[in-house]
């Protein structure tokens, strides 16, 4: 019996890869077919931003305070702590604002969307707008794909840089850094070799949070239970996935650059 159980759940789980596969290529099949619904993409871009900004900030502007004051005590024993700067900032950027934003946005988004298209799907929505004609897929699951893709560069940006800033602020209490010597040696510790990557994979980030959301709010189960099944899931694979993407992301990163 429990290896019947074993056998079911690693089908399952190879058939949810297949469905999401299968979903995911629907997505680039209907990005590019009319019509394009860019007003509710609009909508969404500035739901998710708007919404998801302030904490954002708070998270990578607390982010670099801890960073720094538990960092600072070990390199005054060196006497190293003119390196703070270089030390935090290439962390911040390369790796911790990224991937913190993300998980952020993967439990404050994420979520959001799982549970929306979960309910819209419970309430028998997105069978109407199929009978009505409308392509619910398109407008629906495409915008919001599109929107965590296009909108979490923006909020990584904002929360290094606030991580950054509250790490100055530690700096200048404790050792009377001035705020243009420190962003001198943060920018003069930064390269293109470590900006481009950590751009890029976060709009890989932002597509993972948007498929696995609409994937399991889509294809939510009747019921109420079922709403709150695909909001939680799409959190628990969402951050899997981001884990797995970074991994990769950093591989490659170390190989060709």
């Not at 696995?212 to 239970?225: A, L, M, S």
């Amino acid at each position: 019996m429990q290896v019947f159980k074993t056998n079911l759940k690693i089908k399952n789980f190879f058939v949810e890869i297949g469905e999401l596969t299968y979903f995911s290529n629907r997505f680039f099949k209907e990005l590019f077919s009319k019509p394009f619904e860019f007003k509710e993409l609009l909508r969404q871009c500035y739901n998710m931003g708007n919404k998801s900004l302030v904490l954002v900030i708070i998270t990578g502007f607390i982010i670099g305070l801890v960073l720094t004051l538990q960092t600072r005590p070990t390199l005054e024993q060196f006497g190293a702590e003119s390196w703070m700067p270089s030390m935090v900032s290439i962390s911040i950027i390369r790796e911790i604002g990224p991937i913190i934003t993300a998980l952020i946005c993967a439990g404050r988004i994420g979520s959001g969307i799982g549970a929306e298209l979960g309910s819209m799907r419970v309430t028998e929505q997105i069978d109407a707008m199929e009978v009505s004609g409308t392509n619910p897929f398109k407008y629906l699951v495409v915008t919001r794909i599109l929107a965590t893709t296009l909108m979490l560069p923006v909020l990584v940006f904002f929360g290094d840089a606030f991580a950054l800033y509250g790490s100055y602020l530690i700096e200048n209490l404790k050792g009377d850094v001035s705020f243009l010597l420190y962003f001198n040696k943060v920018f003069n510790a930064l390269e293109f070799s470590d900006l481009i990557p950590a751009t890029i994979k976060t709009f890989f980030f932002g597509y993972a949070i948007g498929l696995i959301g609409c994937f399991k709010g889509y294809y939510c189960e009747k019921g109420t239970v079922g709403v709150g099944v695909a909001a939680n899931s799409a959190v628990v694979f969402t951050s899997m996935l981001l884990f797995i993407i970074d991994f990769i992301a950093v591989f490659v990163t170390d190989i060709f650059l």
